[in-house]
């Protein structure tokens, strides 16, 4: 029988952050049933984990499923996968081989007790992005082009996932999020988007953001740490953060499940680390909640 563990991660409380399947050994599963099982679970992403073949400790090969299709990364169950190999076992350093490459990921406790998982990024990348793009992104979200931050301009970021980051200019603006689910989806799977990274700068080193979703099947994600990885590069690119810096993401509040993520940056590796606890869920309340969910 397969084991299922159910986590919330970027949160010490299981009614904040971003729900996230665990499958601790995935050996044998195809890919349909990785997919079901993901798709009955519900969240945003299930992680499926697999002993490294040849043995080494730590080192996993891992896998990511929506409810609707593989991704080849997923930093929210990246840390709730860590959390959970530290529970049943210790904290330590791990390796998770992972479709967008290897990801080191450190689980230690703080100085509450808390078990914190930091994962490091793949190498990112920020990438200009057609202005035509921009515009049937903003159409779908019903956002006007005036709604925006100027000095946080729209680009493709990618730190294992592509994510369209657009700045909206005010809190409210990034509160009232009501898009049009289909044309979103059909623009993200044509221009190969995981995410929309919606953000709004609340000072130079803290942020609110919103993840749309829904080429996974979800209307919206709580807390999404790949796209926390990718903004984080993008900041660097753009100069809005310096070489070296810990920035903090606010994410779920406006969905009602609050998580914290944090992002470093340290100079001279262009790496990005994304920081968070994270909590196991009782397993008889866990259906579809990790966030607002298609149909």
């Known amino acids: 029988m397969t084991t299922v563990l159910r986590y919330a991660a970027f949160t010490t409380t299981p009614v904040g952050g971003n729900p996230a399947g665990v ?16 798709a ?5 992403e299930t992680a499926f984990l697999t ?10 090969t891992v896998r990511y ?16 996968a860590a959390i959970a190999i530290a529970e049943r076992s210790a904290p330590g350093e791990l390796v998770f081989a992972t479709a967008a490459g290897p990801v080191p990921v450190t689980v230690a406790a703080d100085r509450d ?8 990024s793949v190498e990112p990348r920020v990438l200009e992005v057609d202005p035509a793009d921009v515009q049937e992104a903003l159409a779908a979200l019903d956002w006007r082009a005036d709604e925006l931050d100027p000095t946080l301009p729209p680009r493709i970021a990618y730190a294992g996932a592509r ?13 009232r ?25 609340a000072s130079a080193t803290e942020f609110h953001v919103r993840d749309p979703f829904p080429v996974g099947g979800v209307v919206e994600d709580p807390a999404t740490g790949a796209a926390a990885a990718a903004f984080g590069a993008y900041l660097r690119e753009l100069g809005e953060a310096p070489a070296t810096a810990e920035l903090l993401l606010h994410q779920g509040e406006d969905l009602g499940r609050p998580g914290v993520l944090g ?33």
Do not use: K
Not at 51 to 60: E, I, K, S, V
Not at 68 to 78: I, K, L, N, S
């Open 23 to 38: 499958v601790p050994d995935a050996s044998g599963l195809t890919d349909e049933q990785q997919l079901a099982i993901a």
């Open 40 to 44: 009955g679970l519900g969240y945003s």
């Open 51 to 60: 002993p490294d073949p040849q043995g080494r400790p730590g080192h996993f």
């Open 65 to 80: 499923f929506a409810p609707t299709r593989e991704v080849p990364f997923c930093g929210h169950a990246t840390v709730a």
């Open 113 to 120: 007790g808390v078990l914190r998982a930091t994962l490091t």
């Open 163 to 175: 994510h369209l980051v657009l700045a909206a200019a005010t809190r409210e603006r990034l509160a």
């Open 177 to 201: 999020l009501d898009y049009d689910f289909d044309r979103l989806a059909a623009l993200m799977t044509a221009r190969d988007l995981i995410t929309l990274q919606l953000v709004w700068r």
């Open 263 to 295: 992002v470093g940056l340290r100079a001279g590796d262009p790496r990005v680390r994304v920081s968070g606890a994270a909590v196991r869920l009782p397993d008889p309340q866990c259906g579809p909640a990790g966030g607002a969910h298609a149909g």
